[in-house]
């Protein structure tokens, strides 16, 4: 009988081509990365190099998504040669989400936009506008690369970088950013593609990202008001879309992925998670998700992505 590590290395070489199974087989060869002792990163990262060229691109979240399903239903201690699945309990999310959520947005009811700046540790007065995207930027070192673009955009630049094109042209046309830094270097993606603005090539794990986009806009400024009045999370930006969701940068500052999806995509966006509970969007879990750039216009709605709070100072824990 094999051991267990072959029996692993043998299941990631049966991974079949994106459409033609890969995902359901995702879930068992995970289920023999654990039972052989692995880190879910080092499952994730070998999954990622054994998925072979197919119809689509498989993301990263998919990948985590099965192997977070069977943490939870391997029991410790199984062998590949002895498996026996955890018996499945009623998830007991970490707080009561609903309740929660109510209270907070009870305790913030009436608070704007006006409320959230006067929170504010830097007070800015401007009109909206590209000053917004300026300040912004300075959370970050001037030689700290980000992406800033659209949705389909690959380019990277230093801080400096964008800043001066931001100054000189007085105008942030660009929507969206990746709060997170990145290494300025191309990661393979799959499919013999490689991108400067994966979850691969994130080198600073600093902000998770969080937004309720099916909360009423008027409930999404009361419970933030409560949060940081409260001093119950450590935001570092909180900002209005010009759509229908407020987007909050939480500070997290984690030493790496392996710390990230700990954090962040099991603690926070996981299941039974915090931000779960309380109903956020779980698509933000990874650490390469795209936030709005605050300082652009929204032609197609005729509005400002807008700044509401910034505060560059961890807070003490």
Same mark, same amino acid.
């Given at each position: 009988?094999?051991?267990?590590?072959?029996?692993?290395?043998?299941?990631?070489?049966?991974?079949?081509?994106?459409?033609?199974?890969?995902?359901?087989?995702?879930?068992?060869?995970?289920?023999?990365?654990?039972? $052989?002792?692995?880190?879910?990163?080092?499952?994730?990262?070998?999954?990622?190099?054994?998925?072979?060229?197919?119809?689509?691109?498989?993301?990263?979240?998919?990948?985590?998504?099965?192997?977070?399903?069977?943490?939870?239903?391997?029991?410790?201690?199984?062998?590949?040669?002895?498996?026996?699945?955890?018996?499945?309990?009623?998830?007991?999310?970490?707080?009561?989400?609903?309740?929660?959520?109510?209270?907070?947005?009870?305790?913030?009811?009436?608070?704007?936009?006006?409320?959230?700046?006067?929170?504010?540790?830097?007070?800015?007065?401007?009109?909206?506008?590209?000053?917004?995207?300026?300040?912004?930027?300075? =959370?970050?070192?001037?030689?700290?690369?980000?992406?800033?673009?659209?949705?389909?955009?690959?380019?990277?630049?230093?801080?400096?970088?964008?800043?001066?094109?931001?100054?000189?042209?007085?105008?942030?046309?660009?929507?969206?950013?990746?709060?997170?830094?990145?290494?300025?270097?191309?990661?393979?993606?799959?499919?013999?593609?490689?991108?400067?603005?994966?979850?691969?090539?994130?080198?600073?794990?600093?902000?998770?990202?969080?937004?309720?986009?099916?909360?009423?806009?008027?409930?999404?400024?009361?419970?933030?008001?409560?949060?940081?009045?409260?001093?119950? =999370?450590?935001? $570092?930006?909180?900002?209005?879309?010009?759509?229908?969701?407020?987007?909050?940068?939480?500070?997290?500052?984690?030493?790496?992925? $392996?710390?990230?999806?700990?954090?962040?995509?099991?603690?926070?966006?996981?299941?039974?998670?915090?931000?779960?509970?309380?109903?956020?969007?779980?698509?933000?879990?990874?650490?390469?998700? =795209?936030?709005? =750039?605050?300082?652009?216009?929204?032609?197609?709605?005729?509005?400002?992505?807008?700044?509401?709070?910034?505060?560059?100072?961890?807070?003490?824990?």
């Amino acid at each position: 009988m094999n051991s267990t590590g072959e029996r692993y290395q043998a299941a990631l070489h049966r991974i079949p081509a994106p459409g033609a199974g890969c995902h359901a087989a995702l879930l068992g060869v995970a289920n023999v990365g654990i039972m $052989a002792g692995l880190s879910d990163t080092e499952i994730l990262a070998d999954i990622r190099a054994s998925i072979p060229p197919g119809t689509r691109q498989v993301p990263d979240r998919e990948i985590m998504d099965a192997i977070t399903k069977a943490r939870r239903e391997v029991t410790p201690g199984a062998t590949a040669t002895g498996y026996r699945p955890a018996r499945r309990q009623v998830a007991r999310p970490i707080i009561d989400g609903q309740a929660t959520r109510t209270k907070l947005i009870r305790t913030g009811d009436g608070a704007g936009p006006a409320d959230i700046s006067e929170l504010s540790p830097i007070r800015f007065d401007h009109a909206p506008g590209y000053r917004d995207a300026l300040m912004v930027l300075s =959370l970050y070192d001037a030689a700290e690369h980000v992406y800033v673009g659209d949705q389909y955009g690959r380019e990277v630049k230093p801080v400096s970088a964008w800043r001066g094109m931001i100054e000189g042209r007085q105008a942030a046309p660009w929507p969206n950013i990746m709060p997170n830094p990145v290494d300025g270097q191309a990661h393979e993606i799959g499919d013999g593609k490689r991108s400067f603005r994966c979850d691969a090539a994130v080198c600073a794990f600093r902000y998770a990202v969080v937004e309720f986009d099916t909360l009423p806009k008027p409930e999404q400024f009361a419970f933030w008001y409560s949060i940081i009045h409260g001093g119950l =999370l450590d935001v $570092a930006v909180l900002l209005d879309s010009g759509g229908k969701s407020l987007h909050a940068w939480v500070r997290v500052n984690l030493a790496d992925r $392996a710390a990230w999806d700990v954090e962040v995509g099991t603690r926070f966006y996981g299941p039974d998670g915090v931000f779960t509970a309380l109903g956020a969007d779980r698509a933000c879990r990874n650490p390469s998700r =795209l936030s709005r =750039l605050p300082g652009h216009y929204r032609a197609e709605k005729a509005k400002w992505q807008t700044l509401l709070y910034v505060n560059p100072t961890e807070a003490r824990r």
